[in-house]
């Protein structure tokens, strides 16, 4: 097909060796199932297979060593021969192929702009967009989207958000906090809505949040709590006695025991979304009493932001025209937490831990920073895993709170711990956490956050998977609410 667009890149193996040779990553961001590189460097012959990039099953790349001089290339997907609109490219005998310029020591490149040419810089092209490269979103096409989202989330209920089958797991105020903690583990759950059988309705909710905030109790010097006590220490009494710790620990004075957030099957899902966000919660108890007064009360369901993206992306899935806002990249629009570029300043950064950080440092910083989960990376702030605020109930593993202390355990051992445990609560395919680029469209991310158990993506740099920032499932909701 190609065979009239030769290069001596390997003509001559000693003229070869005698050049330099520049280490070239090529990558195909558009998915696909089997993806090859051919190019000029292979005289068209060849075809060097592309591997995904971990975390990221629609981006291939592949490293070749290019000799200095002009270069042209093109990708074999699934048996069709595609090139990369946002890569120069020409049109010839062989049809459209992209183009690449690798300068030696001595060339000067001419008549190509060298930051547009790098195809080993293609995390620069997804940071670093040119302006023409990034469609424009209107305020009219936001306005429109947002209200046809509005509209859709307005006229269904979350009764549509039950389940055909399955359970939901109460836990009763009276049960002794340690028990509770075992059970939520073995249940594979991070959160129970509490039951009182004295008052005979549901109370509240027992989650992660709390069981970082006993365990720091236990840690503390001279703590009134001790885990001898946590075989008799009922719910109840933690919850009375949590205003006192959480004042201590984030300086937040709010109100305990705060009345239980709920909603019914027949509120509709917009109210149900406003109802999590406004009162920062993971999810919502859906809850049915036939009866006026709302005695004998029936739990229905969790009902969570995950579900109602879920209904959203199965309702626009054959119109998804209908939002224009899905097509734009993530980058374009004000969504997420995102690493502050060099002089910027940033109202709230992005929270990470090394590896080697004292679980005690991490669990402190869940607290203050008022996050459900931070990004663990490596010195070259690349991303290596994720500990959430869910990740504390491992530790009910052979009693291992109870053997350890929070400084001597380091994030790293802790996150061993939960992987040796049992398969943690949002791992989907055996992969803990879920990343998108930059360069992503909403849709795309949207889709992703729609699977059950996936709260949010990091926003990672292709390739070096460097940490530039994360979007969860609160801030895209804010920001398809105008919120």
């Not at 702009?113 to 936001?142: C, Q």
């Not at 027992?206 to 885990?227: A, C, K, M, Q, W």
């Not at 006590?229 to 919850?239: C, G, M």
């Not at 109602?308 to 054959?318: E, N, T």
Request: aromatic residues 8%; charged residues 20%.
């Amino acid at each position: 097909m190609f065979g009239s667009t030769l290069d001596n890149s390997r003509g001559n193996s000693a003229a070869a060796a005698a050049q330099l040779l520049t280490p070239t990553r090529f990558v195909w961001p558009y998915g696909g199932r089997r993806v090859y590189l051919s190019g000029s460097f292979t005289r068209w012959t060849e075809h060097v297979p592309m591997s995904p990039i971990e975390g990221c099953a629609t981006v291939f790349q592949v490293i070749c060593n290019l000799t200095p001089g002009y270069h042209q290339y093109k990708f074999f997907v699934d048996g069709n021969w595609r090139h990369d609109e946002h890569q120069p490219f020409v049109t010839g005998n062989g049809g459209v192929v992209n183009t690449i310029l690798i300068t030696g020591p001595d060339m000067v490149p001419t008549g190509f702009n060298s930051s547009n040419m790098d195809v080993d810089d293609f995390s620069h092209r997804a940071a670093d967009p040119s302006p023409e490269s990034i469609p424009r979103m209107s305020g009219v096409d936001l306005e429109v989207s947002r209200h046809r989202i509005s509209v859709l989330l307005s006229t269904h209920t979350a009764y549509e958000l039950l389940p055909e089958s399955g359970k939901v797991i109460a836990l009763d105020v009276n049960l002794p906090v340690k028990q509770a903690f075992h059970i939520l583990y073995e249940q594979g759950t991070p959160l129970a809505p509490l039951w009182d059988f004295g008052k005979g309705q549901f109370v509240g909710v027992l989650g992660p949040l709390d069981f970082i905030l006993i365990l720091r109790e236990l840690g503390t010097h001279g703590s009134n709590l001790t885990e001898e006590e946590l075989e008799t220490h009922t719910i109840a009494a933690w919850k009375e006695g949590k205003a006192h710790i959480s004042r201590q620990y984030d300086g937040i004075g709010r109100q305990y025991p705060r009345p239980l957030v709920q909603v019914g099957p027949y509120d509709n899902l917009k109210d149900v979304a406003l109802k999590i966000l406004q009162n920062k919660v993971a999810a919502v108890p859906v809850i049915y009493s036939s009866l006026q007064d709302g005695s004998y009360p029936q739990l229905l369901h969790l009902a969570s932001l995950s579900g109602i993206l879920k209904c959203i992306c199965r309702y626009f899935r054959h119109s998804s025209s209908s939002l224009p806002i899905l097509q734009q990249p993530v980058c374009s629009i004000p969504l997420g937490t995102w690493v502050p570029r060099i002089g910027e300043s940033s109202s709230k950064p992005l929270a990470t831990l090394r590896p080697h950080a004292s679980l005690g440092s991490a669990l402190s910083l869940l607290v203050q920073a008022q996050v459900s989960s931070i990004p663990v990376v490596d010195d070259n702030d690349s991303l290596i895993d994720i500990y959430s605020r869910s990740d504390i109930t491992a530790l009910a593993k052979d009693k291992a709170y109870a053997q350890i202390h929070l400084d001597d355990m380091t994030v790293h051992q802790a996150l061993q711990l939960g992987q040796d445990a049992s398969p943690p609560y949002g791992m989907i395919n055996g992969q803990r956490y879920h990343m998108c680029l930059r360069s992503d469209s909403l849709g795309k991310v949207i889709e992703r956050l729609a699977n059950p158990g996936v709260r949010r993506l990091v926003i990672v740099e292709a390739g070096s998977k460097r940490v530039e920032g994360m979007i969860s499932l609160s801030d895209v909701f804010r920001f398809l609410l105008g919120l």
